[in-house]
Nanobody, 125 residues
Framework: QVQLVESGGGLVQSGESLRLSCAAS????????IGWFRQAPGKEREGILC????????HYGDSVQGRFSISRDSAKNTVYLQMNTLKPEDTAVYYC??????????????????WGQGTQVTVSS
């Protein structure tokens, strides 16, 4: 059974950092593209980062470029979202998701097949 579980969310102050984890089970993340998305109340789901399977390709949303990064730990079958210099406008529920493209990745959420349950990130000013 394919499952993604996010963790690491919480309440932080503006300017601080946070690392989210996305642990996969039931499949090998190395063979899938991974995306991180977020959704704030009253707003559409936003693609912020994605990582292609094994090809090293990474795409960033404009709102997180230079502040957020993605990494994979194959041994743990886990993907991480490192968030630095957090701002109040980063407050949202954060989701990881996966799909199996021939190459690369996309920030379009409709492309993704499997989703985690989400974790809340709140940044206070």
């Amino acid at each position: 059974q394919v499952q993604l579980v996010e963790s690491g969310g919480g309440l932080v102050q503006s300017g601080e950092s946070l690392r989210l984890s996305c642990a996969a089970s039931g499949f090998n993340l190395d063979y899938y593209a991974i995306g991180w998305f977020r959704q704030a109340p009253g707003k559409e789901r936003e693609g912020i980062l994605c990582s292609g399977k094994r090809d090293g390709s990474t795409h960033y949303g404009d709102s997180v470029q230079g502040r957020f990064s993605i990494s994979r730990d194959s041994a743990k079958n886990t993907v991480y979202l490192q968030m630095n210099t957090l701002k109040p406008e980063d407050t949202a529920v954060y989701y990881c998701a996966t799909y199996n493209p021939p190459f690369g990745c996309t920030l379009q959420h409709a492309a993704y097949d499997y989703w985690g349950q989400g974790t809340q990130v709140t940044v206070s000013s």
